[in-house]
């Protein structure tokens, strides 16, 4: 399964970041908690260079807090600081400014050396569509500037916001690359709802869904399916769900759309409590 999206303005998005890093002095690369890596623009790295960076990992609360522990560890042995963080309840957003000063003490402390005036920390907010960076935008700025949604792709525009007088932000449209070489990656961005189903085999998300539970959370799939034993062959386990929750046509065929469809909606809104899909030990 290669998936391909990249609609124009990611193209001139791309361009545009290139352009306005000569303004930045720090980066904020937003990343989906339950998928740090999957859900990171492999051109990203060569687009921001030498920059100044924090991980942000979204969405927190969906992810297993012990993997997201390791997640950060993981990060900041490679020299990245990052921060788990709720874009939607504002949990660990009061540490972004601090852990900002932290990084960039050294460049501030040289221009009020040379007598520059202080400003603003100027930060570039880039992620995938879907990640969260519209609402991460509004959380800070506490107003609802720029356009939020579950629709992958919906900020088009960039934009800058000011969060009081320390910090003001750029918000750019989702950077997704040209295709997934991997197909894991493609299964796991849209297990979390990252890019459009209308481009995807939903049933094949649903596999891989059911297999990665069956592997790392085999009790959660038991007891949402009300399964005394998890079948072996993946078409007997569609079977049982489908039964179980009455995805039946007539005559009493499973209908396996239905089915798929309950499947990928009892991930997306958390009925198996929160996942972690990748560990930074399996990269």
């Known amino acids: 399964m290669v998936i391909q999206w990249f609609p124009g303005h990611m193209a001139k998005a791309r361009r545009e970041v290139t352009e306005k890093l000569k303004l930045i002095d720090i980066v904020y690369e937003l990343v989906d908690a339950r998928i740090p890596m999957s859900s990171r623009n492999p051109m990203i790295e060569d687009?921001?260079?030498?920059k100044p960076r924090i991980?942000?990992?979204?969405?927190?609360?969906?992810?297993?807090?012990s993997v997201t522990k390791a997640w950060k560890q993981h990060f900041e042995k490679d020299g990245i600081p990052s921060l788990a963080i709720n874009s939607v309840n504002g949990q660990g957003l009061n540490q972004?400014?601090?852990?900002?000063?932290e990084l960039l003490k050294e460049k501030f402390d040289k221009m009020k050396a040379k007598g520059v005036k202080p400003r603003a920390i100027r930060a570039l907010i880039v992620g995938i569509p879907n990640v969260g960076k519209s609402t991460l935008?509004?959380?800070l700025a506490k107003k609802n500037i720029a356009k939020t949604g579950d629709r992958p792709g919906i900020t088009t525009a960039q934009q800058w916001v000011k969060v009081g007088k320390e910090l003001e932000l750029l918000d750019t449209p989702g950077i997704l690359w040209p295709k997934f070489e991997d197909e894991l990656v493609g299964l796991r961005l849209a297990a979390t709802g990252a890019i459009k189903d209308s481009i995807i085999n939903l049933q094949d998300v649903a596999v891989y869904g059911l297999?990665?539970?069956e592997e790392n959370y085999p009790e959660r799939l038991k007891?949402?399916?009300?399964?005394?034993e998890i079948p072996e062959e993946i078409a007997a386990l569609f079977d049982e769900i489908g039964k179980k929750r009455g995805c039946l046509m007539?005559?009493?065929?499973?209908d396996y759309d239905k089915t798929t469809e309950v499947i990928i909606r009892d991930i997306r809104t958390e009925k198996f409590g929160p996942l972690s899909f990748e560990k930074p030990e399996d990269m």
Request: aromatic residues 6%; positive net charge; charged residues 30%.
């Open 47 to 50: 687009i921001l260079k030498n």
């Open 55 to 65: 991980m942000l990992l979204n969405k927190a609360d969906k992810a297993d807090s």
């Open 96 to 101: 972004i400014l601090p852990a900002s000063k």
């Open 137 to 139: 935008i509004n959380r």
């Open 211 to 213: 297999r990665f539970l």
């Open 223 to 228: 007891k949402r399916y009300d399964l005394e």
């Open 250 to 254: 007539a005559g009493g065929a499973i």
